[in-house]
Nanobody, 122 residues
């Protein structure tokens, strides 16, 4: 059974940085695509970034391009989301997700973590 555990959320001022971590277990993830999503209060969950574990190929939502970076650490079976130049509109619960796949994508994820809260104050 795939397990995804997020950590690293918190409160930060606008312009600051946070790094989220997602510890993955239960599979060999070389054939998996990993994603980060977020959901703000009263809004639908939205795609943030994705990475194909073995190739390192990435995809980003337009709203975070140039500010967020998704990466993996194979030795630690961990996916990271480095978030820089944070804005109040980045405030949300951030979720890690996984699916089998060949390319990074914003759809079709079937394994999800429990989420971690990120709050950006103005």
């Amino acid at each position: 059974q795939v397990q995804l555990v997020e950590s690293g959320g918190g409160l930060v001022q606008a312009g600051g940085s946070l790094r989220l971590s997602c510890a993955a277990s239960g599979r060999t993830f070389s054939s998996y695509v990993m994603g980060w999503f977020r959901q703000a209060p009263g809004k639908e969950r939205e795609f943030v970034a994705s990475i194909r574990w073995s190739s390192g190929r990435t995809s980003y939502a337009d709203s975070v391009k140039g500010r967020f970076t998704i990466s993996t650490d194979n030795a630690k079976n961990t996916v990271y989301l480095q978030m820089n130049t944070l804005k109040p509109e980045d405030t949300a619960v951030y979720y890690c997700a996984a699916r089998l796949g060949l390319l990074p994508t914003s759809t079709g994820y079937n394994f999800w973590g429990q989420g971690t809260q990120v709050t950006v104050s103005s």
